[in-house]
C-alpha cells in the first residue's frame, strides 16, 4: 500500500512564493507520476501539474504556468511543488497523488494524500 502526506502549506503573503512537499512510502511503478492538485472551498479538483518519476519530465496546467514548477527528489521518495508570486486565488487545499504517467487529472489518481492548506492573505 502506498501512502502519501504533504506538507508545507500554511497561510503566507500574496506576492510570495510557497514550496510543499509529498512524500510518500511503499513502492510505485516505474510508469508512475506524482500529481498536484489544489481545491478551492466549493469548486472542484483541479490539476496544477505532474512529474513523471522515472525521468523527472513535468506537465504544467495552463492556469499556473510560470509561476509553478514540480520536481522529485527520487532517494527522498518526495515531490515538491513551489509556486512562486502567490495570489489570492490560490487558497485552497492541496493535494497530491499517484497514478500512471503523464497525470493531469484527478480520474488517473490511484493514492491520495490527506492535503494540505494554503491560505494566500493580502
Known amino acids: 500500500q502506498v501512502q502519501l502526506v504533504e506538507s508545507g502549506g500554511g497561510v503566507v503573503q500574496a506576492g510570495t512564493s510557497l514550496r510543499l512537499s509529498c512524500t510518500f512510502s511503499g513502492r510505485i511503478l516505474s510508469s508512475a507520476g506524482v500529481g498536484w492538485f489544489r481545491q478551492a472551498p466549493n469548486k472542484v479538483r483541479e490539476f496544477v501539474g505532474s512529474?513523471?518519476?522515472?525521468?523527472?519530465?513535468?506537465l504544467i496546467a495552463s492556469s499556473v504556468k510560470g509561476r509553478l514548477s514540480v520536481s522529485r527528489d527520487s532517494s527522498k521518495k518526495t515531490s515538491y511543488l513551489q509556486l512562486d508570486t502567490l495570489q489570492l486565488e490560490d487558497t485552497g487545499t492541496y493535494f497530491c497523488?499517484?497514478?500512471?504517467?503523464?497525470?493531469?487529472?484527478?480520474?488517473?489518481?490511484?493514492?491520495w494524500g490527506q492535503g494540505t492548506q494554503v491560505t494566500v492573505s493580502s
Open positions: 512529474v513523471r518519476w522515472s525521468s523527472g519530465t513535468t
Open positions: 497523488g499517484i497514478g500512471p504517467a503523464p497525470i493531469d487529472a484527478p480520474r488517473q489518481i490511484k493514492y
